[in-house]
């Protein structure tokens, strides 16, 4: 195991190792589409990618064959027309429909034949970045999670493009709005905007929490996005991440799984934004907020404890991190402990570090 110094891109990270083990992983997992259990998509992309990214490229092969003896693949659903991307009237209406999964990957496939994956991206982002709640966000993580492994090659393989026309096509067909603008636009610190976020009365199942079905039930939810503060200081995604890494710290009992993709989101895009110009941060912060938010209210109850910075507690070393992850496999608990870890590296801070071994200690490893 050799981890990673830095966990910026860098030349050993391009290497010819990093991508035999992506293309590996993606061999080994043909056959895997979207989903691998009922409301469950396809994690092993994203986690081969995560352990490549953390150093740990000798894991991959082992790591895949185990998700594959966890995990059945469920068969994608049948294409039924093809899709016209010069048509938005066609693409559209094909927008949030899981029966057109199919039908999108194969738009993307077609559309990353002709043209470099990078101009792909820049122009199908901006139309798809409002809906990337559904499926849990899912479509947004694998795009990324494809994005940087493409950002370490310097010449893509049919493999490493298939997974990004996969990733894109999970979004495009799990697209979900969810209610009212994402706009903050009031005067709450983040904290307090959490506290804010209305709760049901009665908790809801975790396939309606994660789905974000009874949101439209909270009458007050879209004005509750909106008393959040306009993002300030320099690094807007670093507060929301840095934020809901106190929320999970602070609501240890809370559904540790669901609430990783109040992290993992906000890296990810981090991977996007060099590529999208016609994204903003600011744009981007909204939509994060605004679908963290959806994760508030379904996962925390009423009067949980405010985010607030840990108590004294002496964190992890990035070696612990890193010994316990390649230990412990779980696919949730690489890409948190990676994501954790690649925040802590651009903006120190010790609940990056109790947050990944918070979930190292919580989830069952495999």
Known sequence: MTPLSTFEPTAGQRSERRLAAMEDALDRLDGFAFSDG????????????????????????????????????????????????????????????????????????????????????????????????????????????????????????ALLLHELAMGLGYWAGTYKALPGPARPHGELSLADAVDGIPRPSEPWGPMEAGQFQRLPELPHFAAAVADLAPPRGDDPLGDLTLGFARVLLANPDAQLVALVHTITPAVAVRTLLPHVPDLTVELVYAQLWQVNAGLVAGFLRPGAPAPVPPAEDEPPSTEWILDRVAAHRDAHVVKLAEACLREHARRPDPAYLLTARHVLEVVPPW
């Open 38 to 157: 009922p409301g469950m998509a396809v994690h092993a992309p994203m986690g081969a990618e995560a352990l490549c990214s953390l150093g740990l490229d000798d894991l991959v092969p082992a790591w895949v064959e185990g998700y594959r003896a966890r995990h059945a693949p469920i068969a994608a659903p049948a294409r039924s027309a093809a899709l016209d991307a010069a048509d938005p009237a066609d693409w559209r209406d094909a927008l949030g429909d899981p029966a057109r999964l199919s039908d999108w990957a194969e738009l993307f496939s077609r559309l990353l034949q002709v043209e470099p994956w990078q101009a792909v991206l820049a122009r199908w982002v901006p139309r798809l970045i409002s809906g990337f709640a559904g499926a849990l966000t899912h479509g947004l993580l694998r795009t990324a999670h494809a994005v940087r492994a493409l950002d370490a090659v310097e010449r893509p393989g």
